[in-house]
Protein backbone atom coordinates (compact mmCIF):
# COMPACT_ATOMS: atom_id res chain seq x y z
CA UNK A 1 0.00 0.00 0.00
CA UNK A 2 3.25 2.52 -0.31
CA UNK A 3 2.73 2.45 -4.08
CA UNK A 4 6.92 2.42 -4.20
CA UNK A 5 7.45 5.75 -1.70
CA UNK A 6 10.20 5.15 0.89
CA UNK A 7 8.99 4.90 4.05
CA UNK A 8 9.86 8.13 6.32
CA UNK A 9 10.50 7.31 10.39
CA UNK A 10 7.51 7.35 12.98
CA UNK A 11 8.32 10.95 14.18
CA UNK A 12 4.65 10.83 15.45
CA UNK A 13 5.19 9.13 18.83
CA UNK A 14 6.19 11.46 21.62
CA UNK A 15 9.72 11.02 23.08
CA UNK A 16 10.45 10.54 26.25
CA UNK A 17 13.79 10.82 28.27
CA UNK A 18 16.45 8.11 28.32
CA UNK A 19 17.76 8.30 31.91
CA UNK A 20 20.49 5.67 30.52
CA UNK A 21 23.83 7.33 31.04
CA UNK A 22 22.50 10.54 31.44
CA UNK A 23 22.54 12.63 34.49
CA UNK A 24 19.78 13.54 36.81
CA UNK A 25 20.24 17.19 36.87
CA UNK A 26 18.29 19.08 33.88
CA UNK A 27 20.52 21.89 34.62
CA UNK A 28 23.71 19.73 33.08
CA UNK A 29 21.96 18.62 30.60
CA UNK A 30 23.60 19.70 26.72
CA UNK A 31 21.59 22.19 25.34
CA UNK A 32 19.84 20.76 21.78
CA UNK A 33 19.90 23.48 19.45
CA UNK A 34 16.99 23.62 16.96
CA UNK A 35 16.47 24.00 13.36
CA UNK A 36 15.33 27.76 12.76
CA UNK A 37 14.94 29.62 9.79
CA UNK A 38 16.96 32.20 9.18
CA UNK A 39 14.71 34.87 9.43
CA UNK A 40 11.92 33.64 11.93
CA UNK A 41 10.79 35.97 14.06
CA UNK A 42 11.68 35.78 18.10
CA UNK A 43 8.83 34.23 20.63
CA UNK A 44 6.30 36.87 21.64
CA UNK A 45 6.26 35.52 25.26
CA UNK A 46 9.36 33.39 25.46
CA UNK A 47 7.72 30.33 25.98
CA UNK A 48 9.72 27.11 25.38
CA UNK A 49 7.84 26.65 21.56
CA UNK A 50 10.38 25.68 19.17
CA UNK A 51 9.66 25.04 15.42
CA UNK A 52 10.57 21.59 14.31
CA UNK A 53 13.37 20.27 12.73
CA UNK A 54 13.99 19.57 9.17
CA UNK A 55 13.05 16.05 8.95
CA UNK A 56 9.82 16.60 10.89
CA UNK A 57 11.00 16.01 14.32
CA UNK A 58 10.70 18.47 17.61
CA UNK A 59 13.00 19.97 19.13
CA UNK A 60 13.22 20.40 22.97
CA UNK A 61 14.01 23.76 24.02
CA UNK A 62 17.76 24.37 24.92
CA UNK A 63 18.51 24.99 28.44
CA UNK A 64 18.70 28.58 29.60
CA UNK A 65 21.83 29.72 30.07
CA UNK A 66 20.97 33.45 30.57
CA UNK A 67 18.63 33.18 34.30
CA UNK A 68 19.97 35.42 36.80
CA UNK A 69 21.60 33.78 39.56
CA UNK A 70 19.55 32.11 42.29
CA UNK A 71 16.71 30.88 39.30
CA UNK A 72 16.94 27.82 38.05
CA UNK A 73 15.03 26.57 34.69
CA UNK A 74 12.25 23.90 35.21
CA UNK A 75 13.02 20.90 34.00
CA UNK A 76 13.16 20.30 30.41
CA UNK A 77 11.34 18.24 27.95
CA UNK A 78 12.91 14.28 27.26
CA UNK A 79 16.11 14.52 25.30
CA UNK A 80 16.42 14.56 21.66
CA UNK A 81 19.62 13.95 19.35
CA UNK A 82 21.54 17.04 19.46
CA UNK A 83 21.86 18.23 15.59
CA UNK A 84 23.12 21.33 16.56
CA UNK A 85 26.10 21.38 14.25
CA UNK A 86 23.67 21.46 11.48
CA UNK A 87 21.20 23.50 12.99
CA UNK A 88 21.53 27.03 14.00
CA UNK A 89 20.48 28.28 17.35
CA UNK A 90 19.91 31.78 16.57
CA UNK A 91 18.11 33.58 14.03
CA UNK A 92 20.42 34.72 11.33
CA UNK A 93 23.10 32.46 12.34
CA UNK A 94 25.20 30.17 9.77
CA UNK A 95 25.70 26.26 9.33
CA UNK A 96 28.96 24.60 10.30
CA UNK A 97 30.38 21.78 9.77
CA UNK A 98 31.67 19.80 13.14
CA UNK A 99 34.75 20.69 14.08
CA UNK A 100 35.14 24.12 11.80
CA UNK A 101 35.80 27.13 12.99
CA UNK A 102 33.40 29.40 13.27
CA UNK A 103 32.64 32.48 10.65
CA UNK A 104 32.30 35.68 11.54
CA UNK A 105 28.39 36.59 11.54
CA UNK A 106 27.57 39.14 9.26
CA UNK A 107 25.74 42.34 10.02
CA UNK A 108 21.54 42.51 9.57
CA UNK A 109 20.87 45.49 7.22
CA UNK A 110 18.97 48.14 8.04
CA UNK A 111 15.07 47.78 7.64
CA UNK A 112 13.80 47.14 4.56
CA UNK A 113 16.82 45.66 2.66
CA UNK A 114 16.98 42.67 1.29
CA UNK A 115 17.94 39.48 3.14
CA UNK A 116 21.72 38.50 3.52
CA UNK A 117 22.79 35.58 1.95
CA UNK A 118 24.39 32.83 3.95
CA UNK A 119 26.90 30.31 2.43
CA UNK A 120 27.20 26.55 3.15
CA UNK A 121 29.75 24.05 3.50
CA UNK A 122 29.90 21.55 0.25
CA UNK A 123 30.38 18.39 1.68
CA UNK A 124 27.46 16.21 2.84
CA UNK A 125 24.97 17.18 5.62
CA UNK A 126 26.16 14.35 8.35
CA UNK A 127 23.89 11.77 9.03
CA UNK A 128 21.63 11.22 11.94
CA UNK A 129 24.42 7.92 12.93
CA UNK A 130 27.31 10.39 12.79
CA UNK A 131 26.11 12.75 15.00
CA UNK A 132 27.28 12.61 18.68
CA UNK A 133 24.98 11.33 20.96
CA UNK A 134 23.73 9.35 18.52
CA UNK A 135 23.38 6.10 20.85
CA UNK A 136 21.35 8.34 23.45
CA UNK A 137 17.82 8.69 21.02
CA UNK A 138 15.39 8.64 23.14
CA UNK A 139 12.76 5.58 23.03
CA UNK A 140 9.10 6.05 21.91
CA UNK A 141 6.54 5.86 24.92
CA UNK A 142 4.30 2.95 22.67
CA UNK A 143 5.54 0.40 19.79
CA UNK A 144 5.94 1.49 16.29
CA UNK A 145 2.94 1.84 13.96
CA UNK A 146 3.08 -1.53 12.21
CA UNK A 147 0.93 0.12 9.19
CA UNK A 148 3.20 3.37 9.37
CA UNK A 149 0.47 5.46 8.85
CA UNK A 150 1.49 8.90 7.26
CA UNK A 151 1.64 12.31 9.70
CA UNK A 152 -2.03 13.84 9.37
CA UNK A 153 -2.99 15.51 5.89
CA UNK A 154 -0.54 13.95 4.23
CA UNK A 155 -2.09 11.23 1.76
CA UNK A 156 -1.82 7.47 2.53
CA UNK A 157 -3.14 4.30 2.58
CA UNK A 158 -5.30 5.25 5.82
CA UNK A 159 -8.01 7.67 5.63
CA UNK A 160 -7.60 10.08 9.13
CA UNK A 161 -9.48 9.78 11.71
CA UNK A 162 -12.15 12.70 11.75
CA UNK A 163 -12.28 15.34 14.33
CA UNK A 164 -13.67 14.50 17.60
CA UNK A 165 -16.79 16.94 18.77
CA UNK A 166 -17.41 18.13 21.96
CA UNK A 167 -20.74 18.81 23.12
CA UNK A 168 -21.54 22.69 22.58
CA UNK A 169 -24.20 25.03 21.45
CA UNK A 170 -24.05 25.10 17.80
CA UNK A 171 -23.90 28.75 16.24
CA UNK A 172 -26.18 30.15 13.71
CA UNK A 173 -25.41 29.30 10.17
CA UNK A 174 -22.86 31.79 8.86
CA UNK A 175 -21.24 32.95 12.04
CA UNK A 176 -17.31 32.48 11.58
CA UNK A 177 -16.33 30.06 14.31
CA UNK A 178 -13.12 31.39 16.14
CA UNK A 179 -10.01 28.22 16.93
CA UNK A 180 -10.43 26.97 20.66
CA UNK A 181 -8.21 28.37 22.80
CA UNK A 182 -4.99 26.17 23.27
CA UNK A 183 -5.84 23.53 20.51
CA UNK A 184 -4.53 22.85 17.36
CA UNK A 185 -5.91 24.87 14.19
CA UNK A 186 -7.69 23.07 11.56
CA UNK A 187 -5.38 22.12 8.48
CA UNK A 188 -4.14 23.94 6.54
CA UNK A 189 -4.36 27.16 8.45
CA UNK A 190 -1.63 29.32 9.07
CA UNK A 191 -0.52 29.12 12.83
CA UNK A 192 0.76 31.52 15.15
CA UNK A 193 4.69 32.36 14.84
CA UNK A 194 6.64 30.22 16.85
CA UNK A 195 8.80 32.14 19.84
CA UNK A 196 12.14 30.68 19.84
CA UNK A 197 14.34 31.49 23.26
CA UNK A 198 17.68 32.81 22.65
CA UNK A 199 20.31 30.35 22.59
CA UNK A 200 24.28 30.92 23.76
CA UNK A 201 25.95 31.94 20.39
CA UNK A 202 29.17 29.87 19.49
CA UNK A 203 31.94 31.39 19.01
CA UNK A 204 32.91 29.92 15.56
CA UNK A 205 30.62 29.30 12.91
CA UNK A 206 31.68 27.24 10.29
CA UNK A 207 30.61 28.64 6.72
CA UNK A 208 28.98 26.32 4.14
CA UNK A 209 30.37 25.10 1.27
CA UNK A 210 29.99 26.49 -1.47
CA UNK A 211 27.28 25.32 -3.74
CA UNK A 212 25.35 23.94 -0.71
CA UNK A 213 21.78 24.97 0.18
CA UNK A 214 20.90 24.84 3.73
CA UNK A 215 17.78 23.04 4.65
CA UNK A 216 14.64 25.39 4.83
CA UNK A 217 11.87 24.37 7.54
CA UNK A 218 9.19 22.46 6.22
CA UNK A 219 7.12 22.45 3.13
CA UNK A 220 10.04 24.33 1.62
CA UNK A 221 9.38 27.72 1.94
CA UNK A 222 11.40 30.42 3.65
CA UNK A 223 8.82 32.11 6.61
CA UNK A 224 6.48 29.59 6.22
CA UNK A 225 4.45 28.57 9.45
CA UNK A 226 5.53 24.90 11.20
CA UNK A 227 3.74 22.16 11.35
CA UNK A 228 1.92 21.54 14.29
CA UNK A 229 1.01 18.22 15.79
CA UNK A 230 -1.71 17.01 15.43
CA UNK A 231 -4.68 16.71 18.47
CA UNK A 232 -8.03 15.45 17.82
CA UNK A 233 -9.07 16.35 21.25
CA UNK A 234 -8.24 19.95 20.70
CA UNK A 235 -10.06 19.91 17.31
CA UNK A 236 -12.42 23.05 16.26
CA UNK A 237 -15.88 22.25 16.48
CA UNK A 238 -17.58 21.77 12.40
CA UNK A 239 -21.40 21.95 11.76
CA UNK A 240 -21.84 18.52 11.23
CA UNK A 241 -25.14 17.70 9.28
CA UNK A 242 -26.65 21.41 9.81
CA UNK A 243 -30.01 21.57 8.38
CA UNK A 244 -29.99 23.92 4.49
CA UNK A 245 -31.22 27.18 4.84
CA UNK A 246 -34.97 27.50 4.80
CA UNK A 247 -36.24 29.37 1.43
CA UNK A 248 -38.43 31.75 1.12
CA UNK A 249 -41.81 29.59 -0.01
CA UNK A 250 -41.19 27.23 2.89
CA UNK A 251 -41.48 30.10 5.00
CA UNK A 252 -44.46 31.32 2.77
CA UNK A 253 -46.42 27.98 3.01
CA UNK A 254 -45.45 27.27 7.06
CA UNK A 255 -46.75 31.16 7.76
CA UNK A 256 -50.27 30.27 5.71
CA UNK A 257 -49.97 26.83 7.66
CA UNK A 258 -49.94 29.08 10.58
CA UNK A 259 -52.73 31.58 9.72
CA UNK A 260 -54.72 29.05 8.29
CA UNK A 261 -54.54 26.90 11.88
CA UNK A 262 -55.05 29.94 14.00
CA UNK A 263 -58.00 30.95 11.62
CA UNK A 264 -59.85 27.22 12.15
CA UNK A 265 -59.26 27.43 16.18
CA UNK A 266 -61.11 31.03 16.43
CA UNK A 267 -63.56 30.13 14.27
CA UNK A 268 -64.49 26.75 16.27
CA UNK A 269 -63.89 28.86 19.28
CA UNK A 270 -66.74 31.18 18.52
CA UNK A 271 -68.98 28.69 17.36
CA UNK A 272 -68.79 27.20 21.06
CA UNK A 273 -69.43 30.05 22.31
CA UNK A 274 -72.04 31.58 19.93
CA UNK A 275 -73.67 28.21 20.61
CA UNK A 276 -73.81 27.81 24.37
CA UNK A 277 -74.78 31.50 24.35
CA UNK A 278 -77.48 31.00 22.20
CA UNK A 279 -78.56 27.84 24.62
CA UNK A 280 -78.27 29.32 27.70
CA UNK A 281 -80.39 32.85 26.45
CA UNK A 282 -83.11 30.12 24.86
CA UNK A 283 -83.05 28.30 27.91
CA UNK A 284 -83.19 31.67 30.47
CA UNK A 285 -84.35 34.36 28.27
CA UNK A 286 -82.80 38.04 28.38
CA UNK A 287 -86.44 39.80 29.15
CA UNK A 288 -90.15 40.22 27.54
CA UNK A 289 -90.79 37.16 25.60
CA UNK A 290 -91.55 38.18 22.59
CA UNK A 291 -93.05 35.87 19.66
CA UNK A 292 -92.84 35.55 15.64
CA UNK A 293 -95.66 36.00 13.85
CA UNK A 294 -96.74 35.68 10.13
CA UNK A 295 -97.73 38.62 8.66
CA UNK A 296 -101.59 39.40 7.12
CA UNK A 297 -102.13 37.56 3.88
CA UNK A 298 -105.01 38.17 1.40
CA UNK A 299 -108.15 35.88 2.02
CA UNK A 300 -108.53 34.63 -1.51
CA UNK A 301 -107.93 31.00 -1.85
CA UNK A 302 -107.84 28.53 -4.85
CA UNK A 303 -111.84 27.83 -6.23
CA UNK A 304 -110.70 24.14 -5.86
CA UNK A 305 -109.71 24.23 -2.58
CA UNK A 306 -111.76 23.16 0.51
CA UNK A 307 -111.56 26.40 1.62
CA UNK A 308 -112.74 27.74 -1.83
CA UNK A 309 -115.33 26.03 -2.09
CA UNK A 310 -116.62 26.30 1.19
CA UNK A 311 -116.06 30.59 0.60
CA UNK A 312 -118.33 30.10 -2.30
CA UNK A 313 -120.70 27.53 -0.73
CA UNK A 314 -121.62 28.71 2.69
CA UNK A 315 -123.90 31.91 1.35
CA UNK A 316 -126.37 29.93 0.30
CA UNK A 317 -126.04 27.19 3.06
CA UNK A 318 -128.89 27.93 5.80
CA UNK A 319 -129.91 26.21 9.28
CA UNK A 320 -133.46 25.40 10.08
CA UNK A 321 -134.57 25.38 13.81
CA UNK A 322 -137.99 23.51 14.02
CA UNK A 323 -140.68 22.76 16.67
CA UNK A 324 -143.58 21.43 16.82
CA UNK A 325 -146.76 20.46 19.46
CA UNK A 326 -144.57 17.36 20.43
CA UNK A 327 -140.91 17.39 19.34
CA UNK A 328 -138.62 20.28 17.80
CA UNK A 329 -135.33 19.51 15.67
CA UNK A 330 -132.40 21.18 14.54
CA UNK A 331 -131.43 20.68 10.51
CA UNK A 332 -130.07 22.57 7.23
CA UNK A 333 -130.86 23.32 3.69
CA UNK A 334 -129.57 25.66 1.20
CA UNK A 335 -131.35 27.65 -1.31
CA UNK A 336 -132.87 26.82 -4.82
CA UNK A 337 -133.51 29.54 -6.30
CA UNK A 338 -134.29 33.40 -5.82
CA UNK A 339 -137.47 33.42 -4.90
CA UNK A 340 -136.95 31.58 -1.75
CA UNK A 341 -137.37 28.05 -2.31
CA UNK A 342 -134.96 26.25 0.14
CA UNK A 343 -134.76 22.22 0.03
CA UNK A 344 -134.02 19.90 3.03
CA UNK A 345 -135.11 16.28 4.12
CA UNK A 346 -138.37 15.62 5.28
CA UNK A 347 -137.73 13.99 8.61
CA UNK A 348 -136.30 17.82 9.90
CA UNK A 349 -139.51 19.34 8.64
CA UNK A 350 -141.46 16.53 10.13
CA UNK A 351 -142.06 17.71 14.08
CA UNK A 352 -143.53 21.38 12.54
CA UNK A 353 -146.39 19.17 11.63
CA UNK A 354 -149.45 21.47 10.36
CA UNK A 355 -149.50 23.73 13.25
CA UNK A 356 -145.67 23.95 13.71
CA UNK A 357 -142.89 26.67 13.51
CA UNK A 358 -139.75 26.74 11.21
CA UNK A 359 -137.14 29.38 11.88
CA UNK A 360 -134.48 29.72 9.00
CA UNK A 361 -131.00 31.26 9.84
CA UNK A 362 -128.66 32.13 7.19
CA UNK A 363 -124.51 31.68 7.63
CA UNK A 364 -124.69 35.96 7.86
CA UNK A 365 -126.61 35.67 11.08
CA UNK A 366 -130.17 36.73 9.38
CA UNK A 367 -133.36 34.89 10.34
CA UNK A 368 -136.26 34.78 8.83
CA UNK A 369 -139.73 32.20 9.06
CA UNK A 370 -140.32 29.71 6.47
CA UNK A 371 -143.20 27.41 5.99
CA UNK A 372 -143.73 24.20 4.29
CA UNK A 373 -144.68 24.00 0.47
CA UNK A 374 -143.90 20.11 0.63
CA UNK A 375 -142.91 16.94 1.33
CA UNK A 376 -142.03 13.02 0.50
CA UNK A 377 -141.19 10.83 3.22
CA UNK A 378 -140.77 8.14 0.28
CA UNK A 379 -137.63 9.99 -0.65
CA UNK A 380 -137.15 11.89 2.50
CA UNK A 381 -137.25 15.09 0.72
CA UNK A 382 -138.94 18.38 1.28
CA UNK A 383 -139.35 22.04 0.21
CA UNK A 384 -139.74 25.42 2.62
CA UNK A 385 -140.10 28.93 1.47
CA UNK A 386 -139.07 32.34 3.09
CA UNK A 387 -140.08 35.42 1.93
CA UNK A 388 -139.42 39.27 2.30
CA UNK A 389 -135.33 38.05 2.10
CA UNK A 390 -132.98 39.61 -0.56
CA UNK A 391 -129.32 38.72 -1.13
CA UNK A 392 -130.62 35.11 -1.70
CA UNK A 393 -127.74 32.92 -2.83
CA UNK A 394 -129.03 29.80 -5.05
CA UNK A 395 -126.09 26.97 -5.13
CA UNK A 396 -126.15 25.83 -8.87
CA UNK A 397 -126.79 21.85 -8.71
CA UNK A 398 -124.61 19.08 -10.42
CA UNK A 399 -125.11 16.15 -12.13
CA UNK A 400 -124.74 12.89 -10.07
CA UNK A 401 -124.31 10.81 -13.06
CA UNK A 402 -121.49 12.46 -13.48
CA UNK A 403 -119.61 11.36 -10.20
CA UNK A 404 -117.25 9.24 -9.60
CA UNK A 405 -116.09 6.51 -6.97
CA UNK A 406 -112.79 9.04 -5.39
CA UNK A 407 -114.33 12.38 -6.24
CA UNK A 408 -113.61 14.89 -3.87
CA UNK A 409 -116.29 16.71 -1.80
CA UNK A 410 -117.26 18.81 0.49
CA UNK A 411 -120.01 18.70 3.07
CA UNK A 412 -121.66 21.54 4.94
CA UNK A 413 -124.03 21.37 7.69
CA UNK A 414 -124.86 22.56 11.55
CA UNK A 415 -124.19 19.38 13.31
CA UNK A 416 -124.94 19.91 17.22
CA UNK A 417 -126.58 23.24 15.75
CA UNK A 418 -122.86 24.23 15.18
CA UNK A 419 -123.76 26.23 12.15
CA UNK A 420 -121.43 26.67 9.16
CA UNK A 421 -119.48 23.39 9.93
CA UNK A 422 -117.64 22.48 7.22
CA UNK A 423 -115.64 19.19 6.45
CA UNK A 424 -114.41 17.09 3.65
CA UNK A 425 -113.85 13.53 2.24
CA UNK A 426 -114.45 11.54 -0.98
CA UNK A 427 -116.91 9.69 -3.03
CA UNK A 428 -116.73 5.95 -1.22
CA UNK A 429 -118.97 4.80 -3.68
CA UNK A 430 -122.15 5.04 -5.72
CA UNK A 431 -125.96 3.79 -5.81
CA UNK A 432 -125.62 2.17 -2.57
CA UNK A 433 -129.02 1.21 -1.31
CA UNK A 434 -130.00 2.45 2.16
CA UNK A 435 -133.53 2.81 3.62
CA UNK A 436 -134.13 4.90 6.51
CA UNK A 437 -137.65 5.77 8.62
CA UNK A 438 -139.93 3.22 9.75
CA UNK A 439 -140.82 4.67 13.28
CA UNK A 440 -144.80 4.46 12.18
CA UNK A 441 -144.63 0.51 11.39
CA UNK A 442 -146.67 0.40 8.74
CA UNK A 443 -144.20 1.18 6.48
CA UNK A 444 -145.45 4.50 5.36
CA UNK A 445 -142.53 6.24 6.66
CA UNK A 446 -139.18 4.33 5.25
CA UNK A 447 -137.79 5.87 2.34
CA UNK A 448 -135.94 4.14 -0.01
CA UNK A 449 -132.69 5.95 -1.62
CA UNK A 450 -130.11 5.03 -3.67
CA UNK A 451 -127.24 6.83 -2.38
CA UNK A 452 -123.98 8.09 -2.63
CA UNK A 453 -121.48 7.05 0.30
CA UNK A 454 -118.92 9.16 1.17
CA UNK A 455 -116.25 9.48 3.95
CA UNK A 456 -116.77 13.02 4.32
CA UNK A 457 -117.87 13.39 8.44
CA UNK A 458 -121.50 13.85 8.86
CA UNK A 459 -123.06 13.84 11.89
CA UNK A 460 -126.74 14.80 13.52
CA UNK A 461 -127.63 18.25 12.40
CA UNK A 462 -126.32 17.87 9.02
CA UNK A 463 -129.22 16.11 7.57
CA UNK A 464 -130.57 18.10 4.44
CA UNK A 465 -127.43 19.96 3.56
CA UNK A 466 -125.19 19.88 0.25
CA UNK A 467 -122.94 17.59 -0.57
CA UNK A 468 -120.98 19.49 -3.19
CA UNK A 469 -118.58 18.73 -5.58
CA UNK A 470 -114.50 20.27 -6.39
CA UNK A 471 -116.74 23.13 -8.21
CA UNK A 472 -118.87 23.45 -5.51
CA UNK A 473 -121.63 22.21 -7.02
CA UNK A 474 -124.40 20.44 -5.49
CA UNK A 475 -123.90 16.26 -6.35
CA UNK A 476 -126.18 15.10 -2.82
CA UNK A 477 -128.42 15.99 0.05
CA UNK A 478 -126.75 15.08 3.18
CA UNK A 479 -129.65 12.65 4.50
CA UNK A 480 -128.31 9.22 6.78
CA UNK A 481 -125.17 8.14 8.57
CA UNK A 482 -124.35 4.59 9.97
CA UNK A 483 -122.78 5.60 13.22
CA UNK A 484 -121.30 3.26 16.23
CA UNK A 485 -125.21 2.38 17.42
CA UNK A 486 -125.92 1.01 14.30
CA UNK A 487 -128.46 3.28 13.57
CA UNK A 488 -129.41 4.31 9.99
CA UNK A 489 -132.40 6.68 10.87
CA UNK A 490 -131.82 10.19 9.45
CA UNK A 491 -130.18 12.06 12.26
CA UNK A 492 -130.84 9.07 14.24
CA UNK A 493 -128.48 7.95 17.10
CA UNK A 494 -125.91 10.34 18.67
CA UNK A 495 -122.75 8.73 18.34
CA UNK A 496 -121.49 10.69 15.17
CA UNK A 497 -119.50 9.78 12.48
CA UNK A 498 -118.01 6.70 11.44
CA UNK A 499 -116.73 7.64 8.04
CA UNK A 500 -120.21 5.93 6.71
CA UNK A 501 -122.39 9.13 5.63
CA UNK A 502 -125.37 8.79 2.51
CA UNK A 503 -126.65 11.23 0.59
CA UNK A 504 -129.28 11.26 -1.76
CA UNK A 505 -127.99 11.64 -5.33
CA UNK A 506 -129.06 15.62 -6.89
CA UNK A 507 -130.79 14.08 -9.98
CA UNK A 508 -133.75 12.61 -7.75
CA UNK A 509 -133.69 15.45 -5.69
CA UNK A 510 -134.06 17.94 -8.31
CA UNK A 511 -136.96 16.11 -9.87
CA UNK A 512 -139.06 15.86 -6.52
CA UNK A 513 -138.21 19.56 -5.41
CA UNK A 514 -139.25 20.38 -8.45
CA UNK A 515 -143.05 18.48 -8.18
CA UNK A 516 -143.02 19.69 -4.58
CA UNK A 517 -142.52 23.36 -5.77
CA UNK A 518 -145.02 23.11 -8.76
CA UNK A 519 -147.27 20.51 -7.27
CA UNK A 520 -146.99 20.39 -3.61
CA UNK A 521 -146.83 16.85 -3.48
CA UNK A 522 -144.09 14.55 -5.50
CA UNK A 523 -144.98 11.24 -8.02
CA UNK A 524 -143.31 7.71 -6.94
CA UNK A 525 -142.77 5.20 -10.13
CA UNK A 526 -144.20 2.04 -9.41
CA UNK A 527 -144.08 -1.70 -11.20
CA UNK A 528 -147.78 -2.94 -10.13
CA UNK A 529 -146.90 -5.70 -8.26
CA UNK A 530 -146.83 -6.66 -4.12
CA UNK A 531 -143.22 -8.21 -2.93
CA UNK A 532 -142.59 -10.95 -0.68
CA UNK A 533 -140.70 -9.07 1.93
CA UNK A 534 -140.32 -12.39 3.80
CA UNK A 535 -138.47 -13.66 0.96
CA UNK A 536 -134.94 -14.76 2.14
CA UNK A 537 -133.57 -15.88 -1.44
CA UNK A 538 -131.74 -14.28 -4.33
CA UNK A 539 -133.72 -11.69 -5.54
CA UNK A 540 -136.95 -10.07 -4.94
CA UNK A 541 -139.98 -12.49 -5.31
CA UNK A 542 -143.25 -11.45 -6.05
CA UNK A 543 -145.80 -12.48 -3.37
CA UNK A 544 -148.90 -14.90 -4.08
CA UNK A 545 -151.45 -12.42 -2.34
CA UNK A 546 -151.50 -8.78 -2.27
CA UNK A 547 -152.73 -6.19 0.80
CA UNK A 548 -155.76 -7.39 2.51
CA UNK A 549 -156.11 -10.50 0.27
CA UNK A 550 -156.31 -9.17 -2.92
CA UNK A 551 -154.35 -9.95 -6.48
CA UNK A 552 -150.45 -9.86 -5.60
CA UNK A 553 -150.16 -8.69 -9.73
CA UNK A 554 -152.35 -4.95 -10.07
CA UNK A 555 -154.74 -5.78 -12.96
CA UNK A 556 -153.63 -3.92 -15.85
CA UNK A 557 -150.90 -2.63 -14.19
CA UNK A 558 -147.31 -2.19 -15.67
CA UNK A 559 -146.24 -5.84 -14.01
CA UNK A 560 -149.82 -7.07 -15.10
CA UNK A 561 -148.83 -5.78 -18.72
CA UNK A 562 -145.38 -7.39 -18.76
CA UNK A 563 -146.67 -10.40 -18.12
CA UNK A 564 -145.69 -10.73 -14.39
CA UNK A 565 -147.16 -13.76 -12.65
CA UNK A 566 -147.16 -14.48 -8.57
CA UNK A 567 -143.80 -16.37 -7.40
CA UNK A 568 -142.21 -14.94 -10.47
CA UNK A 569 -138.56 -14.06 -8.60
CA UNK A 570 -136.77 -10.66 -10.36
CA UNK A 571 -133.08 -11.06 -10.69
CA UNK A 572 -131.71 -8.34 -12.70
CA UNK A 573 -132.99 -4.59 -13.47
CA UNK A 574 -131.54 -3.29 -16.46
CA UNK A 575 -128.25 -5.73 -15.87
CA UNK A 576 -127.93 -5.53 -12.30
CA UNK A 577 -128.15 -8.05 -9.89
CA UNK A 578 -130.99 -7.58 -7.14
CA UNK A 579 -130.79 -9.68 -4.05
CA UNK A 580 -133.78 -8.39 -2.14
CA UNK A 581 -136.95 -6.39 -2.39
CA UNK A 582 -135.52 -3.31 -0.96
CA UNK A 583 -133.11 -3.10 -3.46
CA UNK A 584 -135.75 -3.51 -6.28
CA UNK A 585 -137.71 -0.52 -4.93
CA UNK A 586 -134.50 1.44 -4.45
CA UNK A 587 -134.23 1.10 -8.31
CA UNK A 588 -137.17 1.84 -9.44
CA UNK A 589 -137.36 4.81 -7.83
CA UNK A 590 -133.84 6.11 -9.01
CA UNK A 591 -136.04 5.76 -12.21
CA UNK A 592 -138.67 8.76 -13.43
CA UNK A 593 -142.38 7.55 -14.18
CA UNK A 594 -142.91 6.27 -17.64
CA UNK A 595 -139.39 5.24 -17.83
CA UNK A 596 -139.09 1.61 -19.31
CA UNK A 597 -136.91 -1.27 -17.49
CA UNK A 598 -135.53 -4.59 -18.61
CA UNK A 599 -136.11 -7.24 -16.03
CA UNK A 600 -134.71 -10.73 -15.76
CA UNK A 601 -137.54 -12.66 -14.51
CA UNK A 602 -136.92 -16.48 -13.26
CA UNK A 603 -139.74 -18.99 -13.61
CA UNK A 604 -139.92 -22.42 -12.48
CA UNK A 605 -136.56 -22.57 -12.64
CA UNK A 606 -135.65 -20.69 -15.85
CA UNK A 607 -134.88 -17.49 -16.53
CA UNK A 608 -137.08 -14.77 -18.73
CA UNK A 609 -136.44 -11.36 -19.56
CA UNK A 610 -139.16 -8.69 -20.04
CA UNK A 611 -139.59 -5.07 -20.65
CA UNK A 612 -141.73 -3.02 -18.07
CA UNK A 613 -143.00 0.96 -17.99
CA UNK A 614 -143.21 2.48 -14.89
CA UNK A 615 -146.13 3.82 -13.66
CA UNK A 616 -146.98 6.74 -11.18
CA UNK A 617 -148.09 7.10 -7.83
CA UNK A 618 -148.75 10.28 -6.00
CA UNK A 619 -147.58 10.64 -2.45
CA UNK A 620 -150.03 10.72 0.17
Excluded: C
Amino acid sequence: MDDGKPTKANWWSRPRPDTRGTSDDPAVQPPHPVDVPPDAPAPRDGSAEVPAQSDGTWAEPAHRTDLPSGQTQAPAAPAVPDRSAEVPSQPGEAWTEPGAQPQPQPQPQQSGGPAPSVAYPSGPVPSAAQEPGAGERPRPLHDPDPYSTPPYGEPGPWAPAPPVQHPAATPAHGTQLPPPHGGTPPHGTPGPTPHVSPQPQPQHQPQAPHGVTPPGPPGGAQGAAPRQPYDPWNAPLQQVGSLPPETREKRDRRGRRVLFIGVAVIALLSGLIGGATGAYLERNGTGDVELRQSDVESADRPKGSVAGIAASTLPGVVTLHVSGDSAQGTGTGFVLDGKGHILTNNHVVEPAGTGGEVTVTFSGGETAKAEVIGRDSGYDLAVVKVSGVRGLKPLPLGNSENVQVGDAVVAIGAPFDLENTVTSGIISAKERPITAGGEKGDGSDISYVDALQTDAPINPGNSGGPLVDSKARVIGINSAIRSADDSSEPGGGQAGSIGLGFAIPINQGKRVAEELINFGRATHPVIGVTLDTEFNGDGARIADKGRNGGPSVNKNGPGDKAGLKPGDVITEVDGRAVHSSDELIVKVRAHRPKDSLRLTVERDGADREVTLVLGSASSG
